[in-house]
């Protein structure tokens, strides 16, 4: 089992950035996907997710609008449109099922001018 994520990095706030995440080991068709996001000395926030079978997609209040999660066969993608200071933040993809969940070793997303 393996995910990387890529695709962060710095970024004008108002700015966009698509962060990826390449996945070994499942089909994400079968499972829950999504990213959170962590900030040194807060806790980490659910950003996004699709649900297994019926593939709803959840976004926290924080990023709807702004944000738009899509998966395939092997990759999951995170759209982040409209960028504010305060998305700055460690990014992690994971995957999901009822008794376990993996998550990659993550991407910084800095939003600054």
């Known amino acids: 089992v393996q995910l990387v994520e890529s695709g962060g990095g710095l970024v004008q706030p108002g700015g966009s950035l698509r962060l990826s995440c390449a996945v070994s080991?499942?089909?994400?068709?079968?499972?829950?996907v999504g990213w959170f996001r962590q900030v040194p000395g807060k806790a980490r926030e659910g950003v996004s997710c699709i649900n297994r079978g019926d593939g709803t997609t959840y976004y926290a209040t924080s990023v709807k609008g702004r944000f738009t999660i899509s998966r395939d066969n092997a990759k999951m993608y995170l759209q982040m449109d409209s960028l504010k200071p305060e998305d700055t933040a460690a990014y992690y993809c994971y995957v999901r099922s009822s008794t376990w969940s993996y998550w990659g070793q993550g991407t910084q997303v800095t939003v600054s001018s």
């Open positions: 080991g499942f089909e994400l068709a079968y499972y829950t």
